[in-house]
Structure formats: C-alpha cells, structure tokens
C-alpha cells in the first residue's frame, strides 16, 4: 500500500515537473504578432479584444495607459490645448511603460497584440522586422471606415465620456493611415495583411464583422511555428529540464 502511494506521488511531481517545463514555452499564442491599424473610430480594441479572447496574447496598447493617466492627473479627456505640455507627458510616460512591458513579453517569446494607429509606418515596419527576425510569425489586421464614421464615432465617444481628439486630428490620423495602407501590405505580404470592413454599426452587421475577425484569429493561431521559433523552443525546453 506504501508503494502503491509512493508511486502515485512520484507520478504526480513527474507530471507536475512537465507541466512547468512546458508553461510559457508552449503557450498557444507564442511566437504570434498581430498589429492592429486603423484611423480614430476604427473600431480596433473592440473588434481585436472580442476576437482573441482567451488565446493568451498579451494586448500592448500605450492609449489605454495614457487614458488612465489622464484620468489620475485630472486632465480633460476632451484634450483641449491649454492641456498639452502636461498631456504630452503623461504621453511618453504611457509609451515608455507600454515599451518596457512589450520587451518583458518579447523576452518570453509570448504572442502580442500590438494595438495602434499605424501612422508611423518607419516605426512598425522596425518593430515587425524585429519580431520577424526573433521567429514571430507577423500580421497585421487594418480595420477600415469611412472618414465619415470616423468623426462621427468620435463625437460618440465625447458623448459617453471617453478620451476624444479635435475633427483636424481625427482627419489627418485617418488620411495617413489609409496613405500607409499599400506600404503595410507590401511588409506584411498579402497573406499576412488582413482588411476587416468596420463601417456599420447595426446589430447584426456587428455580428458578421466579429465573426470574420474570431475567425481569422483562429487561423494565425493555427499557423505552425517557423524554424527559429521551433529552435527557440527546443532550446528552452531542454534548459527548463536541467
């Protein structure tokens, strides 16, 4: 009977001791990039944080933090000019701490959604050859409107409290993203660059623009891991055995 329990016991830790070597290593959203582009209004956080609930990525977005900063300063989420030398900032406070988290994950190879505008095409397409070159298995989702529903959603949000820019700013983001949009293609390649129509906001088209999202999600996290991510891994997996 002692021996019996001894060997459930040894058989537990040996599972338990297999369990944490494979933790983080394979995790099912490792070595997955998916940067998220689209002008004020867009629609990303929404459409992105419905479609990959629960695959483990981690969301890198600097506006969230800034947000809250603003928030904490007692600063207008309206953004007026009065307010700017402050807001800018709190703006490179939540770009810094958004960097130094993203390089946290980017050590454990663990998958990001990397939530932006996409204004700066030089600084995305640096941050996706990085990735790429670590072994990350790059996309990028561009969740289009209209100009027009891009102020309009603007107004909306001012309407129920949240963070808002001024028409000029709105229209200026939306004209360089959309200018970027044939340079993102040509970085990411035509497989890996994915445009979803946010337009509509009626109930059932809703529903038909989260259902084409939740499955292109399920495809880039179906997609098997390239050779230096197997590497990577094996690697890591034999280090977590010693």
Do not use: C
């Amino acid at each position: 009977m002692e021996k019996k329990t001894n060997n459930v016991k040894k058989s537990r830790k040996m599972k338990l001791k297999e369990f944490l070597i494979k933790e983080g290593v394979m995790d099912p959203g490792i070595f997955k990039a998916v940067f998220l582009a689209g002008g004020p209004g867009a629609g990303k956080s929404f459409v992105s944080k419905s479609a990959f609930a629960g695959t483990g990525l981690k969301f890198s977005n600097s506006d969230n933090i800034f947000t809250k900063y603003l928030q904490d300063a007692g600063l207008s989420l309206k953004m007026p000019e009065n307010e700017k030398d402050m807001r800018d900032a709190l703006r490179i406070r939540a770009k810094a701490k958004t960097a130094t988290r993203a390089d946290i994950w980017v050590k454990g190879r663990l998958g990001l959604v990397i939530d932006g505008t996409a204004r700066d095409y030089l600084l995305i397409s640096k941050q996706q050859r990085l990735l790429k070159f670590l072994g990350y298995d790059t996309h990028m989702i561009f969740i289009n409107t209209t100009l027009e529903v891009a102020l309009e959603r603007n107004i909306e949000r001012g309407r129920k409290g949240d963070r808002t820019v001024p028409d000029y700013a709105t229209k200026h983001s939306w004209n360089v993203v959309q200018s970027n949009m044939g340079k993102f293609q040509s970085l990411f390649g035509s497989s890996n660059f994915h445009i979803i129509d946010n337009n509509k906001s009626e109930k059932e088209l809703v529903t038909l623009t989260l259902k084409k999202a939740a499955a292109l999600a399920r495809r880039i996290m179906s997609a098997p891991h390239g050779w230096q991510a197997r590497i990577w891994i094996k690697k890591e997996l034999e280090l977590k055995k010693r």
